[in-house]
């Protein structure tokens, strides 16, 4: 519920109620006129009116003319203005201002507040979001509006929700809602109507529609890292031999650009198209440009070789460490504690399972990709330190909006928005460990559809038909799905697969895998008005259906994790002095060796009624539910100063299912779920009840 409704009653001097006159409604962006007529017992509404500023009047032969201008409407506001007439002598015309803010004419219970359209373009919003504005109204702490949970929000754009149908992460939204494309909208902390459901918590946005000008606006924001001081950790690092910065200040620049214009669409040949439709496009674009430090920590140049160093009697401990054994440089740096000189060893002479570095050259092949150490404030510092340097990242963001409102007459109008975004991340998923290493990607195409159309049946009674269509789509690429990224990997017999090690860092990540989702929601709702007496009578109902069709590949690709094997490391207790630095030698070890201590690979069956668990294939699940609700209320004007708001509201949440079957459910569903104790909750308190069966899947 978007649009905004206005009702009242119309009387004479006496006081008595004034059937049959003409209300109208008239927008004084669009010029957009609407009627209707009080019925016998004085009463009128306008259902569904677009925000914005309008002027009414009220007109009966025999009386004056009573107009209340620049009224403002906003978004799902309920208001109650009445009308008095005075007897006409001549043809008199008398006219009322009301005030700018109608605060005092809202009819309704609910609890909350709007953000209006200068406020949504003045205020500061430093990420151009407008959703960020939300928390502006009382009764909001980030996405909890009045102490629930974030998963009892209902955002809406243009009357249909646009919230994710696989992650509910409270104030959020696939798409970006620009300050540029949203008009305004209201904030409900404590919806008490009838009307408002799907959550307690309900964010009601409009998009901006054209008016009978044309209006519009180019932008471009910029933010660099010019004035930006670099941090106190990053001057920790210390220079190069040439003087520059070992750890620079990150670097970011951000741009958000785009244009839109509004106006009206007039086609003169086809027909009179004064007043009867209306256009707003929107580009926006955003680049962002980051350059940050990353450390990652390596074998030293001695290490890659086999051989370990330590001074006896104390811990190895990096630069930064309470007893360093090192410099920032690298140079060894004897503690006070300590019991001899630097040592030196080569690990291979001790363990007689160990003693050569891994002979299928594909440890080699792997550390390869990692470079030397430049800084030591990481790791032990003698066998371990890090290599520092300049990552970048960049993510485009393309969204374009269109939308179209129609008035086919004073009865009818249609209301259609469209919007569609991209966005692409590259090195924004399994980034980058060095610098000749591949990262993954991030790329998110989503799109939404909004339709609308009202119709004034008769004079009492309208209705109003939305449809909507949401497709939020994600898709993250791994390192070796991307170009290239694929040679970065290790073999065995064609097979591809990922190397763990215990003392570095890994070339390629390997927390994370391929994955992505496709979330429909398709929404079809009606929604019925009807004037009677003093009741304004309005029922709705809508079904959704929404899924989310998603997979991911945690362990398809294989993990070989370096470590202890069922024959430990041996010998080391006798190397001299090494004490508390032995567990980091034989991590070295077992790394330079190749000492496999598990192997792990996830097999996924593609579905069918004897499935097979098969190499590379992932895990796909196309997950279904739908939705119900229906509602009706009745907001009953019992006299002039007061209306009591009536309603009633059913929900229906279907369990989500996976269509392709292959998730595993008891046979006979709730009923199967209570074994042999019997098919509902009562069996739990019958202690040795016997009326059901065994629980089976």
């Known amino acids: 519920m978007t649009d905004g409704s206005i009702s009242g009653s119309v009387r004479d001097a006496s006081g008595a109620v004034v059937p049959q006159v003409k209300i109208e409604a008239v927008n004084r962006n669009t010029g957009v006129v609407t009627t209707t007529e009080t019925n016998s017992g004085g009463l009128y509404v306008f259902v569904a009116l677009n925000p914005g500023q309008y002027r009414l009047s009220a007109q009966l032969h025999g009386f004056k003319k009573s107009t209340l201008d ?68 009382a009764g909001t702490f980030g996405s909890y509006f009045s102490g629930a949970r974030i998963g009892t929000l209902n955002i809406q754009v243009d009357g249909v929700n646009t919230q994710d149908a696989r992650l509910n992460l409270g104030r959020a939204n696939p798409f970006f809602l620009s300050v540029d494309r949203i008009a305004e909208f209201r904030v409900v902390t404590s919806p008490a109507d009838a009307e408002l459901g799907r959550g307690s918590g309900q964010i009601q946005m409009i998009t901006r529609s054209g008016t009978n000008e044309f209006h519009g606006s180019l932008f471009n924001y910029h933010r660099n890292t010019v004035l930006n001081a670099n941090t106190f950790f990053n001057n920790l690092q210390g220079r190069n031999a040439d003087g520059t910065a070992i750890a620079p200040r990150n670097f970011l620049v951000r741009n958000q650009f785009g244009a839109r214009l509004g106006g009206p669409v007039q086609l003169p040949k086809l027909y009179n198209g004064k007043n009867k439709t209306f256009f707003h496009v929107l580009f926006e674009g955003e680049r962002i440009r980051q350059r940050g430090r990353a450390t990652r920590t390596v074998f030293t140049e001695q290490a890659r070789q086999g051989i370990f160093r330590y001074f006896p009697g104390v811990q190895n401990g990096n630069a930064s460490a309470l007893r360093p054994v090192v410099d920032f440089s690298g140079n060894p740096v004897q503690p006070a504690t300590a019991t001899g000189s630097l040592q030196s060893v080569n690990l291979f002479q001790f363990d007689p399972n160990r003693t050569r570095p891994d002979q299928t050259g594909r440890v080699k092949s792997a550390m390869d990709l990692m470079p030397l150490p430049n800084v030591f404030n990481v790791g032990d510092g003698l066998n371990t330190a890090g290599y520092s340097w300049i990552q970048r990242s960049q993510t485009d963001t393309n969204q374009i909006s269109l939308k179209l409102d129609h008035n086919f007459s004073e009865k009818q109008r249609l209301t259609f928005s469209w919007n569609r975004e ?168 077992n790394d330079l060796s190749g000492s496999v201590t598990s192997v792990i690979q996830a097999f996924n069956a593609p579905g069918g009624s004897n499935p097979q668990y098969l190499p590379g294939e992932v895990k796909a699940r196309v997950w279904r539910s739908r939705e119900h609700y229906f509602f009706f209320k009745d907001d009953w004007r019992v006299s002039r100063r007061l209306t009591i708001n009536l309603g009633l509201r059913y929900e229906y949440y279907q369990v989500p299912h996976d269509k392709t079957g292959k998730t595993a459910a008891t046979v006979g569903r709730q009923a199967g779920l209570f074994g042999i104790s019997g098919t509902d909750e009562t069996a739990m308190f019958r202690p040795g009840a016997t009326g059901g069966s065994h629980s089976r899947v």
């Open 70 to 137: 620049k009224i403002q409407l906003d978004v799902g506001a309920t208001l109650s203005l009445d009308f008095n007439l005075e007897l006409a002598t001549t043809a008199d015309s008398i006219e009322v201002v009301a005030e700018a803010r109608t605060d005092l004419a809202y009819a309704t219970s609910s609890v909350g507040g709007v953000v209006e359209s200068k406020r949504v373009l003045e205020l500061p919003v430093t990420s151009r979001n407008a959703l960020t504005l939300a928390t502006t109204q």
């Open 422 to 589: 991209t966005s692409q991340s590259p090195n924004g998923f399994q980034s980058q460990r060095f610098p000749i290493t591949p990262g993954g990607s991030i790329d998110s195409p989503d799109s939404a559809y909004a339709l609308k159309l009202f119709s004034v049946v008769r004079s009492n009674l309208t209705n109003e038909v939305t449809v909507g269509i949401l497709r939020s789509r994600s898709r993250s690429l791994a390192p070796w799905e991307v170009e290239g990224g694929a040679a970065a990997l290790p073999r065995i017999n064609n097979q591809p697969f990922l190397i763990d090690f215990v003392s570095v860092t890994d070339p390629i990540l390997t927390d994370n895998d391929p994955q992505g989702r496709l979330s429909p929601n398709y929404q079809y709702s009606n929604n019925l008005s009807w004037i009677k007496g003093k009741h304004n009578f309005k029922a709705g109902a809508a079904v959704w259906f929404t899924s989310t069709n998603g997979f991911n590949s945690f362990d398809v690709m294989p993990r070989v994790n370096f470590g202890q094997c069922i024959i430990p490391v041996a010998n080391f207790q006798n190397i001299p002095g090494i004490g508390a630095n032995r567990t980091a030698a034989e991590n070295m070890l």
